[in-house]
């Protein structure tokens, strides 16, 4: 009987400690998966659909901010401001790759890099280390953050949610 009860327990603690070693994993495969340039293993630690939707969002917000209360009246903005909506989301689905999700971590600005494409980082140059520096949180127990400081010194925020025992990157808080 107190066999049993000692495998449970054990049983228990590995799980346990899977669930709060679960957001470093992840952070592991998504540098080495960065690192390599492999796309494949990429997209499997990121929740592609979320991130570009808390992206689009993040911008939407940034550009009604910029125009002001008063612009958006005006039926002329508006009307510009949808095309805009639209470009900008364009540019999300565009820049949401494995090439622009690397470049992002490595503190680049995404749209310096994103454009050159996976192949095209010279193969004698070292690889650089994304999320190299990075802090890292737990914000709940579903909820993981990685915190890097881009090259202007402003914080970028990587957001790892749990599904289930899996961790993956699902949010990138972008400096204001």
Not at 26 to 42: E, F, K, N, S
Not at 66 to 95: H, R, S, W, Y
Not at 102 to 119: N, S, Y
Not at 133 to 140: G, H, L, P
């Amino acid at each position: 009987m107190k066999k049993w009860i000692a495998l449970l327990l054990a049983g228990i603690l590995a799980l346990a400690g899977y669930v709060v070693a679960g957001p470093y994993i992840t952070v592991r495969h998504i540098r080495a998966a960065a690192q390599a340039q492999d796309a494949a293993a990429l997209s499997e630690q990121v929740d592609f659909p979320a991130l570009r939707a808390s992206l689009k969002a993040q911008l939407q917000d940034r550009m009604l901010r910029k125009i002001g209360p008063e612009a958006q009246a005006n039926p002329f903005a508006a009307f510009g401001m949808t095309i805009a909506n639209g470009l900008a989301g364009a540019g999300v689905d565009a820049m949401v790759t494995p090439a622009g999700l690397g470049a992002l971590m490595e503190g680049h600005k995404i749209w310096k890099r994103a454009g050159d494409g996976v192949a095209s980082r010279d193969p004698a140059s070292p690889a650089t280390d994304p999320l190299q520096d990075a802090r890292y949180r737990y914000e709940s127990l579903s909820r993981f953050t990685a915190t890097v400081v881009n090259r202007e010194g402003e914080p970028v925020v990587f957001v790892m949610t749990r599904h289930g025992l899996r961790w993956k990157l699902s949010d990138i808080r972008l400096p204001h």
